[in-house]
């Protein structure tokens, strides 16, 4: 989908740690947030731990101005696609080839950013749940669940991303529930996890417009709000 042509603002990417009920050790904001009359970007990062990710340089070592962690104001017309091609330009010295992985609920955009981001940085995109298809002999991941139930899909989830873990100069979209698995945090650990954390209602309609054959967590959840819009 081109982002430019979106509607309206729906980009934003945070990662909140508490709201996933676990801390990992890093944290990093890349996103924007609109207020009425004008379009603040941010990109920011805190060190939870000693064991820094890419974002946390400007913690670990003070480095990155304060223009990059908070820029200034930019008004309309807004274009997310810029926007995160120029917090992406900016962030990338800093990454020092770690991955990047994007977490956010279904539809929230992981892929979509991913491709642009991983563009931008000279990364190579990559999708969690193409490489557990691969896996499972080219099994759609709609086919791994009715075949093979979630337990096994959610397996080899986390033997993937161990995998991916060893690797770097990646943005990587991982399945909307990778979260819910602690040992998965572990892996994505050795990168820096972005959150794209967008609106259910927003989730609904863009979930709405594709349909749901491949997602099949929300094809056979009857009354979910996904499925309501
Ligand atoms: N910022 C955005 N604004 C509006 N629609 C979007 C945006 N990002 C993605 N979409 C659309 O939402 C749908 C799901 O996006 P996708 O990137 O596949 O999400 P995910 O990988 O998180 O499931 C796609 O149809 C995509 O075109
Ligand atoms: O719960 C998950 O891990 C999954 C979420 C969906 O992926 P997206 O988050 O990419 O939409 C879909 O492929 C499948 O249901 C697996």
Redesign the pocket.
Same mark, same amino acid.
């Given at each position: !989908?081109?982002?430019k042509?979106?509607?309206?603002?729906?980009?934003s990417a945070v990662v909140q740690p508490e709201s996933i009920g676990r801390r990992p050790p890093s944290t990093c904001r890349l996103g924007v947030s609109r207020e009425p009359q004008s379009l603040r970007v941010f990109v920011s990062s805190t060190m939870m731990r000693r064991r820094t990710t890419a974002l946390e340089v400007s913690c670990s070592y003070g480095n990155i101005s304060a223009s990059i962690l908070e820029s200034g104001s930019v008004r309309a017309p807004l274009d997310?696609e810029l926007i995160l091609k120029n917090r992406s330009q900016e962030i990338q010295p800093y990454l020092n080839g770690r991955c990047i992985y994007?977490v956010? !609920?279904?539809?929230?955009?992981?892929?979509?950013?991913?491709?642009i981001m991983s563009q931008v940085l000279g990364y190579s995109f990559c999708?969690s749940d193409a490489l557990v298809e691969e896996e499972v002999g080219g099994n759609s991941v709609a086919d791994i669940f009715k075949q093979h139930g979630e337990t096994f899909f959610r397996n080899k989830e986390t033997e993937v991303l161990h995998k991916l873990s060893l690797m770097h100069q990646l943005v990587i979209?991982t399945g909307?529930g990778a979260v819910t698995r602690p040992i998965n945090w572990k892996y994505m650990h050795k990168g820096v996890s972005v959150w794209?954390d967008?609106p259910v209602e927003?989730?609904a309609?863009?979930?709405a417009?594709?349909g749901t054959n491949s997602?099949p967590l929300l094809h056979y959840e009857a009354g979910d709000p996904y499925t309501r819009i």
């Open positions: !989908m081109d982002v042509a979106a509607p309206r603002l729906q980009l997310e994007l956010g !609920m279904m539809g929230s955009g992981k892929t979509t950013v991913g491709k999708d979209s909307g794209l967008v927003a989730l309609q863009r979930i417009a594709v997602r």
